[in-house]
């Protein structure tokens, strides 16, 4: 099993920056994948970005490519997300994910955290 914390949300106004952390451990070895999905009240979960564990490769959903930046930390087991320019549309609960298969990672991701809130205000 993959245990996923997720840190770092909060209340922010538009036009600021946040960094969100998720620490990964238990079997982190089978980890290939990690990234972020989030979701809104009232709106299904999206895909937000996703980064692969070895050579760093990152992917992002539209909505959110120049302003958020996925990163990892291999040796802490650790993956980030900077986001910059916030809008309020971006208010959701964000969620780290991981899995093993990279093809999975943008659409259903095996573990998931319990997720974390991110409000911005206008």
């Known amino acids: 099993q993959v245990q996923l914390v997720e840190s770092g949300g909060g209340l922010v106004q538009a036009g600021d920056s946040l960094r969100l952390s998720c620490a990964a451990s238990?079997?982190?070895?089978?980890?290939?994948?990690v990234g972020w999905f989030r979701q809104a009240p009232g709106k299904e979960r999206e895909f937000v970005a996703a980064?692969?564990?070895?050579?760093?490769?990152?992917n992002y959903a539209d909505s959110v490519k120049g302003r958020f930046t996925i990163s990892r930390e291999n040796a802490k087991n650790t993956v980030y997300l900077q986001m910059s320019s916030l809008k309020p549309e971006d208010t959701a609960v964000y969620y780290c994910?991981?899995?093993?298969?990279?093809?999975?990672?943008?659409?259903?991701?095996?573990?998931w955290g319990q997720g974390t809130q991110v409000t911005v205000s206008s």
């Open positions: 994910t991981a899995d093993p298969v990279v093809l999975r990672s943008w659409t259903s991701p095996y573990y």
């Open positions: 238990g079997r982190t070895l089978i980890i290939n994948v």
């Open positions: 980064i692969t564990w070895n050579l760093g490769i990152t």
